[in-house]
């Protein structure tokens, strides 16, 4: 079975400082590595993804991930955080050949003061 | 529309009331997915349909709940007899399939359907 672990449920950083949000995995066999985020009373909005290739991942508004096979991790990254990043986070895999449903993690609160 | 719709976008019923939720998918994808995510269990996979195939409902709670997809577009989620477990927020997600098959494709989410039993 394929499982998720966010460690954090909550991260607060200062507008300007550096984020990470943690996530690792635990699979048999190759994942695909999504995050989501979700903004107050509002449905999950894709980030970015890893499927293959490249372990460092860009994606929408500035954010980042890095795929670390070894140490089953795909954190997700911003290099200068904004009030307006506040919201929830999701971390998701899904394994080929395992079911098509994404397993997530139970996300992580991500506050950001001015 | 450009994104997945759904409807309606909140729902108060009294427990043993049946329930019917509605998603519309992005035009042209094939696969559509229900998720419930609450309080207690966070985000769970409920359901999956792919096109014409017999869809993956091994996430489904109970009997009590079913799902359909009528022509490979819309799809209902009917809760019969609602609890007050049953309450939560019902996701559903649509992604197209390429050569590359579903399982690189990004899921996209509607903005749920809050479903609240008294």
């Known amino acids: 079975a394929q499982s998720v672990a966010q460690p954090e449920d909550q991260v607060n950083v200062a507008e300007g400082n550096p984020l990470t949000v943690k996530c690792t995995y635990s699979?048999?066999?190759?994942?695909?590595l999504f995050w989501y985020v979700q903004y107050p009373n509002r449905g999950l909005q894709f980030l970015l993804k890893y499927i293959t290739g490249d372990n460092l991942v860009k994606g929408s508004y500035g954010f980042e991930a890095e795929f670390n096979k070894s140490q089953t991790s795909f954190h997700l990254k911003k290099p200068s955080a904004l009030v307006s990043d506040s919201a929830l986070y999701f971390c998701a895999v899904r394994v080929f050949d395992a079911g098509n449903m994404l397993t997530f993690g139970g996300g992580t609160r991500l506050m950001v003061k001015p | 529309g450009a994104g997945v719709s759904q409807s309606p976008s909140n729902k108060v019923t009294e427990k043993g009331k049946d329930v019917e939720l509605r998603c519309d998918p992005i035009s042209g994808h094939t696969a559509l997915y229900w998720y419930r995510q609450s309080l207690g269990q966070g985000l769970e996979f409920l359901i999956y349909?792919?096109?014409?195939?017999?869809?993956?409902k091994s996430g489904l709670p109970s009997d009590r709940f079913s799902a359909e997809r009528t022509g490979g577009s819309v799809s209902t989620l009917t809760i019969q007899r609602t609890q007050q477990e049953d309450s939560a927020v019902y996701l559903c997600a649509s992604s197209p399939q390429t050569s590359g098959g579903t399982y690189q494709e990004t899921q996209y989410f509607g903005p749920g359907t809050r479903l609240l039993v008294l």
């Open positions: 699979v048999s066999g190759n994942p695909y």
């Open positions: 349909f792919q096109g014409n195939s017999a869809p993956d």
